[in-house]
């Protein structure tokens, strides 16, 4: 079944829903103001997806490689959290989501996105290698709950 979406900048009024949305997806939950202070710091890389009522969300920071300054690096993109409500799941939201924030991040400068993802969510790894990201790494207990994650991540085209 396809689902008629749009992908729109998170807005203040949001949080309730999406900060539900996550706790609903995901066993890493946020606090209100984490993700106020990531929507201040980079607006741009907040976005869901809603079709009259948000079903998904997406948001990024923007991180320096080590020696940013000092040894002229790049600045990366990191995906700190993605979500799609389970009923609407398989309709091409996340990759959706996925493709607006890749675009939002070149906008910053950004070099590359990275994520962690757990081991175990078979669908979400497949899901990015489809969008061209690579496992970089490992690492051993990342999750609370002791799961290993992968870090991926994906060059993007960067503009200076």
Do not use: W
């Not at 799941?89 to 991040?105: C, E, F, N, P, T």
């Not at 999750?143 to 993007?156: C, R, T």
């Amino acid at each position: 079944m396809q689902t008629a979406f749009t992908i729109r900048r998170f807005e203040p009024a949001d949080l309730k829903r999406v900060m539900e949305i996550n706790r609903i997806c995901l066993p890493e939950n946020y606090s209100s103001g984490f993700f106020v202070s990531i929507f201040e710091r980079f607006p741009e890389t907040f976005v869901v997806a809603e079709d009259g009522d948000i079903l998904g969300y997406a948001m990024c920071r923007v991180e320096h490689r080590f020696g940013y300054r000092l040894f002229g690096g790049t600045k990366r993109g990191h995906l700190i959290s993605i979500a799609v409500l389970p009923d609407f799941r398989r309709r091409g939201i996340a990759s959706a989501l996925m493709r607006d924030v890749m675009k939002s991040l070149v906008g910053y400068s950004c070099g590359d996105l990275f994520l962690e993802v757990r081991v175990s969510n078979v669908g979400a790894v497949r899901l990015y290698k489809k969008l061209g990201f690579t496992v970089e790494r490992k690492i051993r207990h990342y999750y609370a709950d002791g799961e290993d994650a992968y870090v991926m991540s994906k060059k993007l085209p960067f503009k200076g």
